[in-house]
């Protein structure tokens, strides 16, 4: 056994790791494009939406790899 939880545990109901780093990951890239947009820096990107997607999906491997490690 190696100590690390296989679900996480929220009052009664159990959630799955990769549940919570995919949500951590769809806030930090909501929080990032905001940021793009206050300071418009996304006027020099091609599609935004698309580097939302990958910014969500970059920020869950991240985070992912941290939240269930190896």
Not at 5 to 28: C, D, H, T
């Given at each position: 056994?190696?100590?690390?939880?296989?679900?996480?545990?929220?009052?009664?109901?159990?959630?799955?790791?990769?549940?919570?780093?995919?949500?951590?990951?769809?806030?930090?890239?909501?929080?990032?494009?905001?940021?793009?947009?206050?300071?418009?820096?996304?006027?020099?990107?091609?599609?935004?939406?698309?580097?939302?997607?990958?910014?969500?999906?970059?920020y869950?491997?991240?985070?992912?790899s941290?939240?269930i490690?190896?």
């Amino acid at each position: 056994m190696n100590g690390y939880p296989g679900e996480w545990a929220f009052g009664s109901v159990y959630f799955p790791p990769l549940l919570i780093a995919s949500f951590l990951g769809l806030l930090l890239s909501w929080t990032t494009s905001r940021l793009l947009n206050r300071y418009r820096l996304s006027r020099f990107l091609l599609y935004p939406p698309g580097v939302f997607i990958a910014l969500a999906v970059i920020y869950t491997a991240v985070i992912g790899s941290w939240v269930i490690p190896i």
